[in-house]
């Protein structure tokens, strides 16, 4: 029995995993659910045979059992993309049996949608990355909050633009009524917190990165500081896990969506894929760098002759990513010789 060839689907759960393991012609030999615990999943799938490949569905913890259980036995273990696999479904009921069997047979007849098994250390970047991203969303929504509350009093400050020292200062004696000027107080407070704890994420983010030889590499091109270089670190990983510039743009978002049908040819704007913080990024970045490289400058300049400044932009952060991997992946191959 062990030498036979299966191949498996994992449905992660908190507190089970439903195993589902079919040998080559797609026949079921195990279909159960089992306790979320490495050793049991193992014992359960080396009791059917050999696995050549296993799947498992990328979600909250599934990243970590992957790992896990590839370096306990060595078997190839893949992360599946959830949209993909469920666009593979052939109907719209869902259970833990079909979604465990649906990975099984994708990896049997080579057709898993897979996604990058980061390793340990990027997942932890990418942990405080994410929570100093949280951070900001946060800080956006109290000074949005405080803005409504100025409205619906109808207060404004007609001598200084929001949030400079003389609108903070102005904001303490502004007219409000008193509960309102309670409630301003809370979100004040609440505010000057919440730039603490983001202050101490981005001290916490230059004292890991410090010894990371790619956020170095990143710290060294024009126009990136720590933030843009740890969250490209973070969402990117590894740039040599790409096959070329045009696929990390596209893996990034910044890459022109095709719309062209007949004769006709047109563009829908971006691709609507990668991660939205990233994209932001390094849309962020390409406004910038004009400033900082005459190479980049020209290139939007000459786009904008013909095209809006948002299009010239998003050209600019196409053309850089593409440059980018170019510059730190040959970097990489040298160090290595």
Same mark, same amino acid.
């Given at each position: 029995?062990?030498? &036979?060839? $299966?191949?498996?689907?994992?449905?992660?759960?908190?507190?089970?995993?439903?195993?589902?393991?079919?040998?080559?012609?797609?026949?079921?030999?195990?279909?159960?659910?089992?306790?979320?615990?490495?050793? &049991? $999943?193992?014992?359960?799938? %080396?009791?059917?045979?050999?696995?050549?490949?296993?799947?498992?569905?990328?979600?909250?913890?599934? =990243?970590?059992?992957?790992?896990?259980?590839?370096?306990?036995?060595?078997?190839?273990?893949?992360?599946?993309?959830?949209?993909?696999?469920?666009?593979?479904?052939?109907?719209?009921?869902?259970?833990?049996?079909?979604?465990?069997?649906?990975? =099984?047979?994708?990896?049997?007849? %080579?057709?898993?949608?897979?996604?990058?098994?980061?390793?340990?250390?990027?997942?932890?970047?990418?942990?405080?990355?994410?929570?100093?991203?949280?951070?900001?969303?946060?800080?956006?929504?109290?000074?949005?909050?405080?803005?409504?509350?100025?409205?619906?009093?109808?207060?404004?400050?007609?001598? =200084?633009?929001?949030?400079?020292?003389?609108?903070?200062?102005?904001?303490?004696?502004?007219?409000?009524?008193?509960?309102?000027?309670?409630?301003?107080?809370?979100?004040?407070?609440?505010?000057?917190?919440?730039? !603490?704890?983001?202050?101490?994420?981005?001290?916490?983010?230059?004292?890991?990165? =410090?010894?990371?030889?790619?956020?170095?590499?990143?710290?060294?091109?024009?126009?990136?500081?720590? $933030?843009?270089?740890?969250?490209?670190?973070?969402?990117?990983?590894?740039?040599?896990?790409?096959?070329?510039?045009?696929?990390?743009?596209?893996?990034?978002?910044?890459?022109?969506?095709?719309?062209?049908?007949?004769?006709? !040819?047109?563009?829908?704007?971006?691709?609507?894929?990668?991660?939205?913080?990233?994209?932001? $990024?390094?849309?962020?970045?390409?406004?910038?760098?004009?400033?900082?490289?005459?190479?980049?400058?020209?290139?939007?300049?000459?786009?904008?002759?013909?095209?809006?400044?948002?299009?010239?932009?998003?050209?600019?952060?196409?053309?850089?990513?593409?440059? &980018?991997?170019?510059?730190?992946?040959?970097?990489?191959?040298?160090?290595?010789?």
């Amino acid at each position: 029995m062990p030498s &036979l060839f $299966v191949y498996v689907g994992l449905d992660y759960h908190e507190d089970s995993i439903r195993v589902s393991v079919i040998d080559q012609h797609g026949q079921i030999l195990l279909d159960r659910d089992v306790a979320n615990d490495v050793e &049991l $999943v193992q014992n359960w799938i %080396g009791k059917c045979g050999l696995p050549q490949g296993i799947a498992i569905e990328a979600c909250c913890g599934a =990243a970590e059992f992957a790992e896990q259980l590839q370096q306990r036995t060595g078997w190839p273990v893949r992360l599946a993309h959830p949209g993909y696999v469920k666009r593979l479904k052939q109907g719209p009921d869902k259970s833990d049996h079909h979604d465990a069997w649906l990975l =099984a047979d994708l990896v049997r007849v %080579g057709y898993l949608p897979q996604v990058w098994l980061a390793d340990a250390l990027t997942r932890q970047f990418r942990r405080l990355v994410r929570y100093r991203q949280g951070l900001v969303a946060e800080r956006k929504n109290i000074k949005l909050r405080i803005r409504a509350l100025l409205r619906e009093e109808r207060v404004g400050c007609r001598h =200084a633009k929001p949030w400079t020292i003389a609108w903070s200062e102005w904001l303490k004696v502004a007219p409000l009524g008193e509960q309102s000027r309670w409630v301003l107080g809370q979100e004040l407070m609440r505010l000057a917190r919440i730039n !603490e704890d983001i202050q101490a994420a981005e001290q916490r983010l230059e004292t890991v990165l =410090a010894s990371d030889g790619i956020t170095q590499q990143l710290l060294a091109q024009p126009g990136i500081g720590l $933030v843009t270089a740890a969250t490209l670190r973070a969402e990117i990983g590894r740039f040599d896990r790409f096959h070329s510039g045009k696929q990390l743009a596209r893996f990034c978002g910044v890459t022109p969506c095709n719309a062209s049908s007949g004769r006709r !040819e047109a563009d829908a704007g971006l691709v609507k894929a990668g991660n939205s913080a990233l994209r932001a $990024v390094i849309i962020q970045t390409a406004q910038r760098l004009p400033r900082h490289e005459p190479r980049w400058k020209e290139l939007k300049d000459r786009l904008r002759r013909t095209k809006p400044a948002n299009v010239a932009t998003a050209a600019v952060a196409n053309r850089w990513l593409r440059w &980018l991997y170019h510059q730190l992946t040959s970097t990489a191959e040298t160090a290595a010789v």
